[in-house]
T-cell receptor, first 114, second 114 residues
């Protein structure tokens, strides 16, 4: 299984809502990532988890809260988002976090904040 | 045809022709490079990677060339097909940096005319 799955595929939420994005992989990867991607732009790294511990936070606002319950799952909790947070949120995983292994991406969650 | 992937230019080629997509990377200390293909509505898909101790690597219909002297990376696609239409991103991983961080280029949109 070389697949990263993400749910939901689409999400519309108001600025006062609380929602969560979910990501799952069963490749035995020990590094997992959240990226944000705006239209016609490259993915921007948000968070890196290595062996279920947060290793990189790219100065992401606290309204985004990541969680790694186990080595296969990665969540992104959303609260009090702004319309400018509307984007495609991508999850990825890799064997290690050394940066010398390919990252496998999921299909993304298309988030719209109203 | 060829293009420089600095700010999402579009490269248009005829089906059956060869395509060359170029990328200038930023960090001379980067030791791992990767090309991704992203189709509309999907996550980035791995195409090919190369380490800094190599200057060429071939896959199926694709070749990556690395010129460390001028910090330049290129992706060559042979006999381009309509299914190759997508945005192509190069990414680099600096050695000894924050582990697992991929730095993406701006991307090039490839359009294949039948």
């Amino acid at each position: 299984d070389t697949e990263v799955t993400q749910t939901p595929k689409h999400l519309v939420m108001g600025m006062t809502n609380k929602k969560s994005l979910k990501c799952e992989q069963h490749m035995g990867h020990r590094a997992m990532y959240w990226y944000k991607q705006k239209a016609k732009k490259p993915p921007e790294l948000m968070f890196v988890y290595s062996y279920e511990k947060l290793s990189i936070n790219e100065s992401v606002p606290s309204r985004f809260s990541p969680e790694c319950p186990n080595s296969s799952l990665l969540n992104l909790h959303l609260h009090a988002l702004q319309p400018e947070d509307s984007a495609l949120y991508l999850c990825a995983s890799s064997h290690e976090r050394t940066g010398t292994y390919e990252q496998y991406f999921g299909p993304g969650t298309r988030l719209t904040v109203t | 045809g060829e293009s420089v992937g600095l700010h999402l230019p579009t490269l248009s080629v005829q089906e059956g022709d060869n395509s060359i997509i170029n990328c200038a990377y930023s960090n001379s200390a980067s030791d791992y490079f990767i090309w991704y293909k992203q189709e509309s509505g999907k996550g980035p898909q791995f195409i090919i990677d190369i380490r800094s101790n190599m200057d060429k690597r071939q896959g199926q219909r694709v070749t990556v060339l690395l010129n460390k002297t001028v910090k330049h990376l290129s992706l060559q696609i042979a006999a381009t097909q309509p299914g190759d239409s997508a945005v192509y991103f190069c990414a680099e991983s600096p050695l000894y940096n924050q582990g697992g961080k991929l730095i993406f280029g701006q991307g090039t949109e490839l359009s294949v005319k039948p």
